[in-house]
Antibody, heavy 122, light 110 residues
Framework: EVQLLESGGGLVQPGDSLRLSCAAS????????MNWVRQAPGKGLEWVSA????????YYADSLKGRFTISRDKFRNTLFLQMNSLRAEDTAVYYCAKVGSRGSYFHAFDMWGQGTKVTVSS | QLVLTQSPSASASLGASVKLTCTLT???????IAWHQQQPEKGPRYLMKVYSDGSHTKGDGIPDRFSGSSSGAERYLSISTLQSEDEADYYC????????FGGGTKLTVL
C-alpha cells in the first residue's frame, strides 16, 4: 500500500527553524518527484516546493524567498522540508505529495500524506 | 500567468448530480488538470486527471459516480448520485514550471 506519513510539525516562535519529514512506503521512492503543499487555516492548497526523483533539482514557490529547503534521502525513503526564519503566515498544515508520473518533475499528485501542523506564534 | 479559477461554492441534493468547473487562463486551454477531494479535517485525495480532449483517468478506487470532461479552457468534475460523504472541498491542480491549484469549491450536499 502506498503511504506517506508526515511528521515534525509543532508550535514554534517567529524566527525559529523547523524540519518536516515525510516517510514514504509502498512504491519505489527514488523513481518519483515529490512535493510539499501547505494549507493555512480556512484557506486553500498552496504549492510550496518540489524535488526531482534523483534529488538533483529543486523548485520553490516564489513567495518563500529562499527560507525553505527541500531534500530527500533515498536510503531512508524520506522527504524533508527545512524551514528557516519562520513567520506567522507560515502557519499551516503541511502535506507531502507524490507525483503520479515516473520521471516527471511536475505532474498530477496521485498520493497525499495526512499532513503535519505547523503553528508559528509568540 | 497560469491560473485556475473555481467557483467558491456549489450545492446539490442527496441523490442528485453536480458538475464542478475549473477554468484555465487564456493560452493554457490545452493543459491537463487533476481533481482532488478534501473531506472535512482530512488530507486531500486524488480523484482523476482530465485532458483537453475530454478524456479522463481516475485514481485507484474512485467510484464510477465520479467522472471528468472538458470544453475549451474548462475542465469539469461530475458527481452523480450524490452521497453525504461527497460533501467536501474540491481542488483542481495543474502544472508547468511549478504547480498551481485552483481556489477550491466547497460542495454542500443538501
Amino acid at each position: 500500500e502506498v503511504q506517506l506519513l508526515e511528521s515534525g510539525g509543532g508550535l514554534v516562535q517567529p524566527g525559529d527553524s523547523l524540519r518536516l519529514s515525510c516517510a514514504a512506503s509502498g512504491f519505489t521512492f527514488s523513481s518519483y518527484a515529490m512535493n510539499w503543499v501547505r494549507q493555512a487555516p480556512g484557506k486553500g492548497l498552496e504549492w510550496v516546493s518540489a524535488i526531482s526523483a534523483s534529488g538533483d533539482y529543486t523548485y520553490y514557490a516564489d513567495s518563500l524567498k529562499g527560507r525553505f529547503t527541500i531534500s530527500r534521502d533515498k536510503f531512508r525513503n524520506t522527504l524533508f522540508l527545512q524551514m528557516n526564519s519562520l513567520r506567522a503566515e507560515d502557519t499551516a498544515v503541511y502535506y507531502c505529495a507524490k507525483v503520479g508520473s515516473r520521471g516527471s518533475y511536475f505532474h498530477a499528485f496521485d498520493m497525499w500524506g495526512q499532513g503535519t501542523k505547523v503553528t508559528v506564534s509568540s | 500567468q497560469l491560473v485556475l479559477t473555481q467557483s467558491p461554492s456549489a450545492s446539490a441534493s442527496l441523490g442528485a448530480s453536480v458538475k464542478l468547473t475549473c477554468t484555465l487562463t487564456s493560452g493554457h486551454s490545452n493543459y491537463v488538470i487533476a481533481w482532488h477531494q478534501q473531506q472535512p479535517e482530512k488530507g486531500p485525495r486524488y480523484l482523476m486527471k482530465v485532458y483537453s480532449d475530454g478524456s479522463h483517468t481516475k485514481g485507484d478506487g474512485i467510484p464510477d459516480r465520479f467522472s471528468g470532461s472538458s470544453s475549451g479552457a474548462e475542465r469539469y468534475l461530475s458527481i452523480s448520485t450524490l452521497q453525504s460523504e461527497d460533501e467536501a472541498d474540491y481542488y483542481c491542480q495543474t502544472w508547468d514550471t511549478g504547480t498551481v491549484f485552483g481556489g477550491g469549491t466547497k460542495l454542500t450536499v443538501l
